[in-house]
């Protein structure tokens, strides 16, 4: 099997001008070659999900996937920074990360067709800044547009279902036609866009076209405080899976809600209970809460499902930052204060989105209200468990960096969710092909 020679592992980069040397990947001198590492999972595994990742950045799609039974053959990610996280805790050895066969390089550069064979699922998160309603809005014209090279990855590497996420800005009114374009291009990835071809012409032509469409595209907005993510984090997940192999994406349902926490807040005391500490004497203040609970309260029916996890859930056990020194990165970091628009995550709610900022340069809203009214920031550690990390996994770059990684990472929990329907979704499609062979 031949590979690129731009298809590379990562190198740490001890000076600007010099590049990781040329790796072929596909031979034992490689991170650790492609048919290799079938063969190792087919002894493993009679059936082992094996994914390919776009746009890895610090990993949090990659262990949720992980974590659902899905085992990566190939992760690239270009940023230097975010590749130099991932290398520290593949040293470390933290579980998971230690068999990740990640590269630094430009996803542009990528011949996916070596490894096309192999792939059950093609993942990742196309860059948000082009889509995000905090940026520039500037959609396909931005050249951080990497939607093409998703396209691009799935024509190429023909998997078995795609799965990527992306920010809700993608569903504005503004984008309507580009996500349009997005969905037409994965449903028929070989019917590439022409030369001068216009994207809504590209679309019109792939309407015209007979037959069934190569995937079935299904577009989804969700909330990752829904499926145990500790962040009311919305986002667009843009999933599919092969027609030929009558692969359906059964949307997961939420697993948590915000009617559970407020009946194990507001009706039955558990969640105070549980921190140890009593209910706040001015009960919910907030107007729709207000409603939910007296509706709560009346019916005497706890509603189904967990709880909604809080930033009080999420950092239990830790302490103020610097009280500990086993704890990793959980260290104090000055400056916060309230302004507009960046007034902090309550402890008892989901918390506020995490967000790299404008730029790459993380805002006020990466804060903390404490119970006694007063914030700070949320320290890097504090921030990977609102994301799901691990906390064996460390962040080796200052604060700033830490939490531009760690504001544009999918929450593991979410990616976990959707990987496990996938995963499901993989395995009846197989067992359906065996019994029909």
């Known amino acids: 099997m031949v590979v690129s020679d731009k298809f590379r592992p990562y190198v740490a980069n001890t000076s600007t001008s010099e590049r990781p040397p040329i790796v072929d990947i596909s031979t034992p001198s490689g991170i650790l070659g492609i048919r290799e590492r079938i063969r190792t999972m087919k002894r493993e595994d009679s059936i082992v999900m094996k994914s390919v990742e776009l746009f890895s950045g610090c990993g949090g799609l990659a262990m949720g996937l992980a974590q659902s039974g899905f085992h990566h053959l190939a992760m690239v990610e270009w940023n230097a920074e975010a590749c130099a996280t991932l290398q520290h805790n593949k040293r470390r050895k933290v ?3 230690k068999a990740w066969p ?3 390089a430009d996803v542009r550069s990528i011949d996916w067709n070596a490894i096309a064979e192999c792939v059950d699922l093609v993942a990742g998160g196309p860059p948000c800044q082009p889509f995000s309603i905090g940026g520039k809005g500037g959609g396909n014209a931005d050249e951080r547009d990497m939607w093409p090279e998703a396209v691009r990855a799935v024509r190429e590497l023909q998997p078995k279902a795609f799965l ?7 569903l504005r009114p503004a984008f309507t036609n580009y996500l349009n374009w997005i969905q037409a291009c994965l449903a028929r990835p070989e019917a590439r866009r022409r030369q001068n071809e216009s994207h809504d012409e590209h679309v019109a032509r792939l309407s015209r076209m007979r037959g069934v469409p190569t995937y079935r595209v299904e577009v989804f907005a969700v909330n990752a405080a829904d499926y145990g993510a500790p962040q009311k984090r919305h986002r667009v997940i843009i999933a599919g899976g092969r027609s030929d192999l009558d692969i ?3 949307f997961p349902e939420p697993t948590h809600t915000y009617e559970r926490l407020l009946w194990d807040q507001w009706v039955s005391g558990e969640y105070w209970e549980r921190h140890n500490m009593s209910a706040p004497k001015s009960g919910p203040t907030d107007k729709r809460a207000i409603r939910i609970v007296e509706r709560l309260k009346s019916s005497l029916l ?3 499902g967990r709880a909604w996890v809080t930033v009080r859930d999420a950092i239990h056990g830790l302490g103020e930052p610097g009280n500990s020194s086993t704890v990793l990165n959980h ?9 507009p628009g960046h007034t902090g995550s309550p402890l008892d709610e989901p918390a506020k989105a995490l967000k790299a900022g404008d730029h790459g340069v993380p805002g006020g809203e990466n804060m903390m209200v404490k119970d006694d009214g007063s914030v700070r920031y949320f320290t890097i550690r504090e921030a990977a468990r609102l994301q799901g ?4 996994f460390e962040f080796p770059r200052s604060w700033t960096e830490s939490m ?7 929450p593991v929990q979410l990616a976990n969710a959707m990987g496990k329907t996938l995963s499901t979704a993989l395995r009846a499609s197989s067992c359906s092909i065996s019994k029909a062979a």
Do not use: C
């Open 404 to 410: 531009r990684q760690l504001g544009n990472a999918v």
């Open 302 to 304: 706890a509603p189904k």
């Open 248 to 250: 359906h994406f059964d």
């Open 164 to 170: 990527f996420e992306n920010v809700r800005g993608l």
């Open 95 to 97: 579980r998971h990360v």
């Open 331 to 339: 260290t104090f970091q000055a400056g916060a204060r309230i302004y």
């Open 389 to 392: 990390l691990p906390d064996e």
């Open 102 to 104: 990640f590269q630094q």
